[in-house]
C-alpha cells in the first residue's frame, strides 16, 4: 500500500524559501498524483495544487500560483514542493496526498504526516 | 468554482449519541466526487468516505453518508469517545479546484 513520508520541521525567516519532501513508497511513483495541502495554525484545510508523478506536469491553485513549485524525483519517487517568499501566514501545517482515482471515485488518501514550517524573524 | 460550507461549526454531544453532519456546496456537484475526513489534533486528515456514502477500508459502519446534488450528510450513529474530532467534506473531481468544507468540530458535551 502506498505511505508517504514527509521531511521535517523547518523554521524560516520572512523572505525565505522552503522546501518540502514528499518520498512515497508501496506504489509505483510514476502512477502518483501528488496534491498539496496546507493548514494554517486552527484553521481549515487549502488545497494548493498537484503535481504528476509520471510527466512532472503540475496545477497551481490560483491562490498559490507564483509562489509555489512542485517538482519530483522519480528516481527518489519522492515529490517536493517549494515555497518562495515566505510571509508569517506561510506558517502552517503542509501536507501532500495521493488522489486516487478509477473510473467512478476519487479520494485524497493516503495522506504525509504534515510538515510544520513556522515563519519568523 | 464550488464552495462547500459546513454545519454546525461545532457540535457538542455525548457518547452514544448520534451525530449528524452537513455539508452543502454552493451548486450542484457530482455525488461521485464528495469525500469526507476525519482529522484529530496533530494528525493528518483520515479519509472516511467517498463517493459520498461508500466507507474506506478499516472505517466503523456507525459512520455514513449520504446525499446528492447540493446537500450532502454525515452521519456517525452511536458516538464513540475517539469520534470526537474535527470533519472535513472534500470536493474531490476531475479537475480543480479540490475544494474543502471549513469543517465541523465535534466536541464532547
Known amino acids: 500500500q502506498v505511505r508517504l513520508v514527509q521531511s521535517g520541521a523547518e523554521v524560516k525567516s520572512p523572505g525565505a524559501s522552503v522546501k518540502i519532501s514528499c518520498k512515497a513508497s508501496g506504489y509505483n511513483f510514476k502512477n502518483l498524483v501528488i496534491h498539496w495541502v496546507r493548514q494554517a495554525p486552527g484553521q481549515g484545510l487549502e488545497w494548493m495544487g498537484w503535481?504528476?508523478?509520471?510527466?512532472?506536469?503540475?496545477k497551481y491553485s490560483e491562490k498559490f500560483q507564483g509562489r509555489v513549485i512542485f517538482t519530483r524525483d522519480t528516481s527518489a519517487s519522492t515529490a517536493y514542493m517549494e515555497v518562495y517568499s515566505l510571509r508569517s501566514e506561510g506558517t502552517a501545517v503542509y501536507y501532500c496526498?495521493?488522489?486516487?482515482?478509477?473510473?467512478?471515485?476519487?479520494?485524497?488518501?493516503?495522506w504525509g504526516q504534515g510538515t510544520l514550517v513556522t515563519v519568523s524573524s | 468554482e464550488i464552495v462547500l460550507t459546513q454545519s454546525p461549526g461545532t457540535l457538542s454531544l455525548s457518547p452514544g449519541e448520534r451525530a449528524t453532519l452537513s455539508c452543502r456546496a454552493s451548486?450542484?456537484?457530482?455525488?461521485?466526487?464528495l469525500a469526507w475526513y476525519q482529522q484529530k489534533p496533530g494528525q493528518a486528515p483520515r479519509l472516511l468516505l467517498y463517493g459520498a456514502s461508500n466507507r474506506a477500508p478499516g472505517i466503523p459502519d456507525r459512520f455514513s453518508g449520504s446525499g446528492s446534488g447540493t446537500d450532502f450528510t454525515l452521519t456517525i450513529s452511536r458516538l464513540e469517545p475517539e469520534d470526537f474530532a474535527v470533519y472535513y467534506c472534500h470536493r474531490c473531481g476531475n479537475s480543480p479546484p479540490y475544494t474543502f468544507g471549513p469543517g465541523t468540530r465535534l466536541e464532547i458535551k
Open positions: 451548486q450542484s456537484m457530482t455525488t461521485n466526487y
Open positions: 496526498a495521493r488522489r486516487y482515482s478509477n473510473y467512478l471515485y476519487n479520494w485524497f488518501d493516503p
Open positions: 503535481i504528476n508523478g509520471d510527466n512532472g506536469n503540475t
